[in-house]
């Protein structure tokens, strides 16, 4: 049987799956592809280290071009991480005519288009399922599943920790401080949550996501980005009484042609299937003009979830060297890039205020925004009796983002509000 060589660049956690479904699942492989996929040398940083697969130790290597100069090697897989160096091997091994799998997001969201084109010159494939959603196959669900559809509208829990910590304040009543603790004692949340928690991961995960459902070259930039350290214990109760969960979303939307890309706490209605996406998983729920609404739901993470997303995609690349048809997988976005304006931008809002506990504060509140047209969906309010104050949770109704940065704005100034503590945007309502 005819061999295909596999060069790993990375053993971590990711790494360590592949080699795990490379070893226990070459029947699948096999009858999958026809050929013996066969793993031939693996990039690592240290040689000492104790491994789960010590049958590779003689594979193992701290020279990269012992990969990506080797012509014995077909397929490169990149799961070291990183951006500088990852992108650098990677552009190396397509030009050295081999195809290439990665799971990395920072690096496909910073610079995917120039390695799919540079992948698109050589010849060679380059796939990247496992970027985002890991064990989700969401890529492939948006460019073959769904590809005859419009997609209008996507919205994703595409970040694991972010959900854990916002599940676990919402369950156990535990302050965001907390969980983030407790979740990086598990070896759950990295030691710097930094690009988790302030949202960075799934914005790139959004511009990956956007680039395949609406072909529009957005980048970072784009993407209107908050985290969720400011997501006070308050928040998620009142959200709870109102019917709503909080979740950190992002969300991608065109219309006519324009697009608006954000990822941000957000308050979703209780019986909405994004709501009950909780702890670690992940889930994208995509609107198609044709399909209607459907969701893609999993492990957004993790060994074995995120090395089944590499693995298929190396029986794609293998298929295709099969087929002789390496080179033709390419999603450059071919679309002009428009985006949304803030006074075409539409959103319901979540709002908690300290108001002062005196006769009329509320009916001045609910007035303002009476002056404003803005029209209220819900409304509660509960007394601080230690502040001698109370404290108030709206849901408007839909409102342009221009006319509800106005009433954010009056709203502070109004002599009966203490402070406006915080506001986040609705989704999901039909
Ligand atoms: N840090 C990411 C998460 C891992 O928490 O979802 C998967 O990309």
């Known amino acids: 049987m005819e061999k295909i060589s596999v060069g790993l660049l990375g053993f971590g956690t990711v790494g360590t799956g592949v080699v795990h479904l490379l070893t226990n699942e070459q029947e699948k492989l096999q009858q999958q592809t026809g050929l013996s996929v066969q793993i031939s040398k693996i990039l690592v940083k240290n040689l000492e280290k104790t491994r789960k697969f010590d049958q590779y130790e003689q594979l193992l290597t701290l020279d990269p071009s012992e990969i990506i100069d080797n012509p014995e090697i077909d397929i490169v897989i990149e799961v070291m991480g990183g951006i500088e160096e990852a992108r650098r091997y990677i552009h190396s091994s397509l030009k050295n005519k081999k ?17 799919l084109q540079a992948a698109a010159d050589h010849g060679c494939d380059l796939y990247y399922e496992a970027s985002v959603g890991g064990g989700i196959p969401i890529l492939r669900s948006l460019t073959e599943g769904l590809a005859a559809d419009r997609i209008t509208k996507m919205i994703g829990i595409v970040n694991g920790t972010t959900n854990y910590i ?9 302050s965001y401080e907390e969980v983030l603790q407790e979740a ?20 790139r995960k959004m511009v990956i996501l956007s680039h ?21 214990e308050e928040d998620i109760q009142y959200s709870k009484k109102l019917g709503f969960a909080i979740k950190l979303v992002g969300t991608a939307e065109v219309e006519d042609g324009e697009i608006d890309i954000r990822v941000g706490p957000t308050l979703l209605p209780l019986n ?17 003009k044709s399909v209607g609404e459907t969701m893609f739901y999993g492990p957004g993470a993790g060994e074995l979830p995120t090395a089944i997303a590499i693995v298929s995609d190396l029986i794609s690349v293998v298929k295709n060297l099969k087929h002789g048809s390496n080179g033709h997988h390419l999603f450059l976005p071919n679309q002009k890039k428009q985006c949304k304006s803030a006074d075409s931008i539409e959103s319901q809002y979540f709002l908690r205020l300290h108001v002062k506990d005196q006769p009329g504060a509320l009916s001045k509140i609910t007035g303002l925004f009476n002056e404003q047209e803005i029209s209220l969906l819900k409304i509660i309010q509960e007394p601080l009796f230690k502040e001698k104050l109370a404290e108030v949770a709206i849901i408007t109704h839909t409102t342009k983002q221009l006319q509800f940065e106005q009433i954010y704005q009056l709203l502070n100034d109004l002599d009966s509000v203490i402070e406006v503590k915080s506001y986040y945007r609705v989704e999901g309502m039909k």
């Not at 916002?166 to 535990?174: A, I």
């Not at 609406?214 to 784009?222: F, K």
């Open 166 to 174: 916002l599940s676990k304040m919402s369950h156990q009543s535990v």
């Open 99 to 115: 195809h290439v799998i990665t799971a990395n997001k920072d690096l496909m969201a910073l610079y995917g288009n120039e390695l």
């Open 272 to 288: 909405h299937p994004l709501a009950s996406v909780d702890n670690e998983n992940n889930a994208i729920y995509v609107y198609g």
């Open 184 to 203: 990086q004692a598990l070896g759950f949340a990295e030691a710097d949550p930094t690009s988790d928690v302030e949202g960075l991961d799934a914005a």
């Open 212 to 232: 395949l459902a609406y072909s529009i070259p957005v980048t970072l930039e784009d993407v209107n980005v908050e985290g969720i350290t400011r997501v006070a």
